[in-house]
């Protein structure tokens, strides 16, 4: 058995809050990029062992947040698509579904009412 919930006024008010994100995280690795050259820059202006090795390990980090904020911002946009159209497609389905029923329903009205009826004989 496959149970789902769909509550459309959330899921809608959490993709638009989540595409609002996107905006967001799209400028964070551009900017980390910025950083990452700036940091270029500030080695040629002042090297010393203590501070080169801290700027490396900063460079690192940057590298790695910068592969991190990229793939949080395709997920975050795929998650926000999919989810999209999964609400759309089981909107469909409880729709098929709802008819299906109703058309059952009214086959049996309509079956007891002619059982209910006297025969006509001529």
Do not use: C, W
């Amino acid at each position: 058995m496959i149970i789902y919930k769909v509550d459309n006024q959330t899921q809608t008010e959490v993709s638009t809050q989540i595409k609002d994100m996107g905006a967001v995280l799209s400028e964070i690795s551009p900017t980390l990029r910025i950083l990452k050259e700036l940091l270029s820059e500030h080695k040629t202006a002042i090297s010393q062992p203590s501070i080169d090795k801290y700027r490396e390990e900063l460079l690192t980090m940057l590298f790695e947040a910068i592969r991190l904020t990229h793939q949080i911002s395709i997920n975050a946009q795929r998650l926000s698509s999919i989810s999209e159209q999964a609400t759309k497609h089981m909107a469909t389905l409880e729709n098929q579904i709802a008819a299906a029923l109703q058309g059952r329903t009214m086959q049996a009205q309509d079956s007891r009412a002619n059982s209910q009826q006297p025969a006509i004989v001529e």
